[in-house]
């Protein structure tokens, strides 16, 4: 089995600075049977601190911090992927939050991943391994929707690495996506159809991270909104979406917010970015539920493009943060949840014959 590793700044300039560290996690992973193919290059300091909210999107890709922690943790994977292994993926931010972005950082952001695509293209010359950048879409940023992505990559984007020397086939080859299942739910997207959206327009799907969203039926009823207070922590932020009689997206940074937002106060439904357990329709009552039915939908769509072989990452998280009714009271019911998650996994990989088609 292959997985995944997220490795902070910090830990990236410590392994980068001493080789012996780096020889000691090789050692770790091997002795475990890890086989590491993918990280996670989206949070940049403590992902785990008592408040993270909207720091987990600084530094942002207009600012030089996010270049350099990138091509460290490039450098880093293409060390520990196996040798039989030769592509690599990272996942990344989508730019930055959304909130206060401004047209210098837009250029800037550009300018510097035309630059991690130069350093990923002189990488894989060095040391023959593929390492590709896969921005994530994510609800609240500069690219939350599939819309925004395919004109990024098709309009905004290749005319600046034209200028610097680099040709479509090196843009295309160094820079995808990761696409996140919760993150599209939340935003109300057709997965199949923002999939396809992307598959035709040749941009390359690196990474798909295996996730569901919350979704609350009717929440205005009290009862309902007194329960789902309790997902309103203080350490992630939780994006909030709704849809009005007209069809029209209601939209809020987080979900303390949304329940004192009068504009949400008669929608049938909310959506949260709140990574509830993928293998659970529902969460204990009539108005929990989940998007857990959209990863069997994207399932669907890949085994229809067989040429496709994103690494699959199931993002877990969130468990901690879970309202104490449904957060795991020790480590042995934690270890539990997580089974049934990969069992879920993979009973949905099989239903849709993708065990044999070599998907990470």
């Not at 300018?111 to 609240?140: A, R, T, W, Y």
């Not at 932020?237 to 209601?250: D, F, K, P």
């Not at 957060?327 to 069992?343: H, K, T, Y």
Request: hydrophobic content about 35%; charged content about 20%.
């Amino acid at each position: 089995m292959q997985h995944g590793l997220w490795l902070s700044k910090q830990a990236c300039n410590d392994y980068l600075a001493d080789n012996r560290k780096l020889d000691s996690l090789q050692h770790c992973l091997d002795d475990q049977k890890l086989s590491v193919v993918t990280l996670n290059a989206f949070p940049f300091g403590n992902f785990h601190a008592e408040r993270v909210k909207q720091s987990v999107y600084r530094p942002h890709w207009g600012e030089p911090e996010r270049l350099d922690y990138t091509c460290n943790a490039a450098q880093i994977l293409s060390t520990l992927l196996p040798i039989e292994e030769s592509f690599g993926t990272m996942s990344s931010l989508p730019l930055g939050y959304a909130q206060n972005w401004t047209e210098q950082d837009h250029q800037q952001a550009l300018d510097n991943l035309c630059q991690m695509v130069i350093f990923l293209s002189q990488l894989e010359q060095n040391c023959g391994k593929h390492i590709q950048l896969c921005l994530e879409m994510e609800p609240g940023c500069v690219l939350q929707e599939t819309s925004q992505l395919l004109d990024f990559f098709e309009n905004q984007l290749p005319p600046v690495a034209k200028s610097k020397g680099i040709n479509e086939n090196q843009l295309r080859r160094y820079l995808g996506i990761c696409f996140d299942v919760c993150h599209q739910a939340v935003m109300y997207e057709v997965m199949q159809d923002s999939l396809q959206a992307i598959i035709n327009a040749g941009i390359r799907i690196g990474k798909i991270q295996i996730s569901s969203a919350l979704r609350v039926i009717q929440p205005h009823q009290p009862e309902v909104s007194n329960w789902l207070s309790d997902f309103a922590e203080s350490r992630y932020l939780h994006q909030t979406a709704g849809l009005s009689t007209q069809n029209e997206r209601i939209f809020c940074d987080d979900l303390e917010l949304a329940l004192n937002d009068q504009r949400f106060s008669n929608l049938d439904e909310w959506r949260i970015h709140f990574h509830v357990p993928v293998h659970e329709s529902t969460l204990g009552n009539a108005y929990g539920a989940t998007t857990a039915d959209e990863i069997g939908t994207v399932f669907e769509l890949l085994s229809k493009h067989p040429e496709c072989h994103p690494h699959l990452e199931l993002e877990t998280y969130s468990w901690g943060v879970l309202p104490e009714a449904h957060r795991p009271a020790n480590d042995a019911e934690l270890i539990n949840g997580l089974n049934a998650e990969l069992a879920f996994i993979e009973s949905a990989l099989e239903k849709h014959y993708l065990l044999d088609e070599g998907l990470d």
